[in-house]
């Protein structure tokens, strides 16, 4: 995973994200629909893993197809059984309850 | 030209050979015969995807290494799917005992030159399905598993019940609605300094931990920063200076 280029790696996020407090209004990022977004590395079922290029579109649209197949509202509980390394961890399980205020177990 | 794959000159131009011929053919091309290889497919990209710095010579030095030593395959599988045929051996060489297992190979045809090869090295099909072992061998979800090392949660299965098992759900702490704040403080306006602080727009991070809220709030500090995530798999490693590595090996030639 060296040629994702990342500058930063989080591990053990206590530190972080325990210390991090709300506060302020974060500072405006202008993103557009075909802009990378996540680069999760997938074997694709053989060989090595490989980057692959996903945009903010390609999340949203997930987003809206999982939308259309499992409507939740604020009122529901999504038990995710899929890890978050995998796209459909991130964004069906993930993405999609937050993105309408539903909890996560 | 394919015609001279096999052991007689078979029709041309409309070549359809039968499922015999092809693997007659196939089978002294896998032999590993360079000369023979190089004139009838001297355009032919040659491809191991585990190993994608490869150029030709060392394809042949690598996946190849008993070209022309007299090898032998037992073709163990042989599909045609439209200009691909995809074909499973297991190699035979001179004095020496099977047990590398069986490969695979999926050659692209444009016409009756062979436009590529990829090779897939290390599927254990013996222990699979020919020979000794067979499915009883084999990891059976939910069931458990004797030796940890084939459990598919490797880094993470905890012994229980005399068999090992991926340990229960994660009990992350914080409240729920909470995640979004946090993710925005963690992004970069929290009153305290964070690490992800200054992950500016175009920038990469990388989420490492699975299944735990912070790892939604990394997540999420580093899209509201701009950046990319590159979310990384649970079973990755860490070495002293932090640097991930794959724990189970690769197959490769």
């Known amino acids: ?105 | 030209m394919i015609e001279d794959f096999g052991q007689e000159r078979v029709g041309s131009p409309a070549w359809e050979p039968t499922a015999s011929e092809l693997a007659r053919a196939l089978r002294r091309l896998l032999r590993g015969d360079r000369d023979f290889f190089e004139s009838t497919s001297p355009r032919a990209d040659l491809l191991e995807p585990a190993r994608p710095e490869l150029d030709r010579r060392g394809f042949f030095e690598r996946c190849w290494p008993g070209a022309g030593q007299g090898q032998g395959i037992d073709i163990v599988r042989l599909i045609e799917s439209g200009d691909e045929v995809i074909v499973t051996y297991e190699l035979k060489r001179p004095g020496r005992q099977r047990g590398r297992g069986c490969n695979d190979r999926v050659l692209t045809f444009d016409g009756e030159q062979v436009k590529r090869i990829e090779v897939y090295f290390g599927w254990d099909l013996r222990a699979a399905t020919c020979g000794t072992g067979g499915e009883a061998d084999l990891p059976q979800p939910g069931a458990g598993h004797r030796d940890p090392g084939r459990h598919p949660d490797r880094a993470r299965a905890r012994r229980r019940g005399g068999a090992w098992r991926s340990p229960g759900l994660h009990r992350g702490r914080g409240r729920p609605g909470d995640h979004l704040r946090r993710a925005g403080a963690a992004g970069g306006c929290g009153r305290r300094p964070a690490p992800v602080q200054g992950h500016r727009q175009g920038g990469r991070g990388r989420a490492g931990r699975a299944e735990q809220p912070a790892w939604g709030i990394a997540y999420h500090a580093i899209l509201r920063a701009g950046a990319v995530v590159t979310p990384m798999y649970a079973l990755l490693a860490r070495r002293g200076d932090r640097a991930a590595r794959w724990r189970t090996p690769t197959p490769s030639c």
Request: no cysteine; proline share 8%; charged share 20%.
């Open chain 1, 1 to 105: 995973m060296a040629n994702s280029d990342a500058k930063l790696l989080i591990d053990d996020p206590p530190g972080f994200v325990a210390e991090a407090e709300p506060g302020g209004t974060p500072e405006a990022v202008e993103v557009e629909p075909e802009d990378l977004a996540v680069l999760p590395y997938s074997s694709g079922t053989t060989g090595l893993m490989k980057g692959v290029m996903l945009t903010h579109r390609n999340l949203v649209a997930n987003i809206e197809q999982a939308w259309n197949s499992m409507p939740l509202n604020d009122e529901d509980v999504l038990v995710g059984l899929m890890p978050f390394f995998h796209i459909y961890g991130q964004t069906v399980d993930a993405q999609h309850g937050v993105s309408r205020r539903a909890r996560r177990s």
